[in-house]
Structure formats: C-alpha cells, structure tokens
C-alpha cells in the first residue's frame, strides 16, 4: 500500500468507524474527467449493507476533515460508495465472509509460475489465501496480492438478492 494511501486510511477510517461504517477500500486515480484526481472510498456496514443515505453521510463527513487535513494537492472528486455485488476482496475477513465464489486474484509477484488466478475462493489460512483453479488448489500469500474481487455470476447474484 503506498504511504498515500495509508494515510488517507489514518484520516478516513476512524471517521467511518465512528459512523458505524467499515472501509472496504481506499483508491486515488486520474480522474476519468481527464483534469485532477479521484479520491474513491468504498464502505460498507458490519452486516454488508450501505444504503444511498449512508454514502452521503459519510461523504460529508469525509470532506470535512478533508478539507481541514488537505492531504491532497491540488484539485481531487471525491466518491464514497458500496463495494457492489463483484466486490473487491481487500480485508483479511474477505476471503472468509466470500470462501464458496469465483475470485479472480492477481499478485504483484508470480507465485506458482503465473501472476492471475480465476476460480473457485477456498478461504484464508494465517495469510495463505487458498483459491481452487481447474481442480488445483494454489495457496497464495495474502500479502502478495495486488487486486482481488469476486466474479459476478449467477451463484453470486442469487446470493446478494436473497
């Protein structure tokens, strides 16, 4: 994690808590406008759920401190949103909550001669993420994983709808 992003983390992620909210996770880019930076929060409460209401206030929140902190410079949009149903998998209690669904995994250094992994999520061990691919079982260090999110299928869908 850069040292940006861990001290966005530092500023937002006790505002969210004191909300009743958890970071799901935290991303700056080059704005899709083409001009300044795109600050994303995604959050979610304890039980999953983030109503639209919820996104509002937390993203009142947020600016406020934000303009006070000012740890960006120069212009920035900030979204605060729920992770969606093929949400990313961030949090160590990710890989529990969504062990049973497709992933796709990939790391920022190969393991097992490859960088990206599809297949079926088995959990997390201490900080081995297990992900079953064609019948083989990888176990891939949580800590190695660049970008990981569940794989919008039917299973999933039916999931999040009931």
Known sequence: MSSQIEKLHGIIDPIAEAMGY??????LQNSDRGEGLTLQVMAER???TMLIEDCTALSREISVT?????????????????PGVDRPLTRRK???????YETKIELSVPE???RRFRGKLIGI???LVKIEVDGEV?????NNIHRSKLVLTDELLAAASG
Do not use: H, K, N
């Open 22 to 27: 958890e970071v799901v996770r935290i991303s």
């Open 125 to 127: 061990e201490e900080d």
């Open 46 to 48: 304890p039980d999953g």
């Open 112 to 114: 097992a001669g490859r």
């Open 138 to 142: 990888f176990e891939l260090d949580f």
């Open 66 to 82: 934000m303009d006070v902190e000012d740890p960006i410079s120069g212009e920035y949009i900030l979204e605060v949103s729920t």
């Open 94 to 100: 990710d890989f529990v909550t969504y062990a049973g």
